[in-house]
């Protein structure tokens, strides 16, 4: 029986093969089962020594067109639909290998992702969820890029994005 409130993770691994949206690299990327409380880290494979970069807010280095995480000069672009397929599965636990710099893009969303994780099997684990809640503002940003997280009793999204284009505005 699932615990809704008990940490998740996959029951075997899933591939997913295709191009990157920015870098226009082809990329293999492994999903593996992670044990409980590790989080999720993606792997660059493709590099002798294997950099871990977990998906953390200090490893983010960049947002703009895309969510970038990095350390010491390793960087993985684009891993926003990646998480957001994480979140919406419950999936707490998770290693992501990468033999690129960049996550394929799929169709530009997260549905590639969430029904190849979905053919390798969601599995609970002995261990509960953890919550974040704040009651402060968290504010980030990052040249033209500002993100602000308010409390609030209900998820409420407000976006606008501005282009300095002539065409899109």
């Known amino acids: 029986m699932s615990n809704a409130q008990n940490q998740k993770t996959i029951r075997r691994e899933a591939v997913y093969t295709g191009i990157g949206l920015h870098t226009g690299n082809s990329s293999t990327l492994k999903f593996l089962p992670a044990p409980a409380n590790s989080g999720v880290t993606f792997v660059r494979t493709d590099l002798p020594e294997k950099p871990r970069l977990p998906a953390t807010i ?13 350390t010491n000069g390793t960087r993985v672009h684009t891993v926003e639909h990646i998480c957001s397929a994480l979140l919406g599965l419950g ?9 690129a710099n960049e996550p394929p893009v799929g169709d530009g969303s997260a549905k590639p992702f ?11 684990l002995d261990a509960p969820k953890h919550f974040y809640e704040h009651t402060e503002p968290i504010r980030y940003q990052s040249n033209e890029t500002e993100i602000i997280l308010t ?8 976006c606008r ?4 284009h002539p065409i899109i505005k």
């Open 58 to 70: 200090e490893y983010v280095v960049g947002v703009v067109r895309g969510t970038t995480l990095g």
């Open 161 to 164: 994005l501005t282009y300095k």
């Open 91 to 99: 999936i707490d636990n998770l290693i992501v290998e990468l033999d």
């Open 151 to 158: 409390h609030g009793d209900e998820l409420t999204v407000h």
């Open 114 to 124: 969430v029904e190849t994780l979905l053919r390798s099997g969601l599995q609970d």
